[in-house]
C-alpha cells in the first residue's frame, strides 16, 4: 500500500520540513512500514510530500493509532492537502481492489 500526504509550506518551509522528517521517522519506526520519503516539487516549491509504502492497509491504521504518532504525528498530517492519499500498488497481472467508496 502506498500513502502519499502533500503539503503546502506556506510561510515556514524549513518548520515544515522538520516536521515531516519527524513524522516519517515515527512512521518508520512502525511494525508494516516497507519505505518512505519526504520529497519537494521541483516545480512548486511550496509544494511537499511525504510518501510511505506499506505493507498492507492495516499496518498504517495501526501505525496512525500509536500514541507518538497521535501525538506528534496527526497534528502535521492534518495539515495535509485535504484529497485521498492511500493507494494500492499495480502490478502487472495483480488483482486490484474492488472499486467502491470507503466511507463510513
Do not use: C, I
Not at 39 to 60: K, S
Not at 78 to 87: I, T
Amino acid at each position: 500500500m502506498l500513502v502519499v500526504n502533500r503539503f503546502r509550506a506556506g510561510q515556514d518551509p524549513a518548520s515544515l520540513r522538520a516536521d515531516l522528517e519527524l513524522v516519517h521517522g515515527l512512521l518508520a519506526a512502525q511494525a508494516g512500514y516497507v519505505d518512505g520519503w519526504v520529497g519537494r516539487n521541483v516545480d512548486d516549491p511550496d509544494l511537499w510530500t511525504l510518501t510511505t509504502r506499506w505493507a498492507n492497509v492495516g499496518a498504517y491504521r495501526r501505525a496512525l493509532s500509536t500514541y507518538d504518532l497521535k501525538l506528534h504525528g496527526v497534528p502535521v498530517l492534518s495539515r495535509a492537502v485535504d484529497e485521498p492519499g492511500a493507494y494500492e500498488v499495480v502490478e502487472p497481472g495483480g488483482v486490484l481492489n474492488v472499486v467502491e467508496p470507503r466511507v463510513t
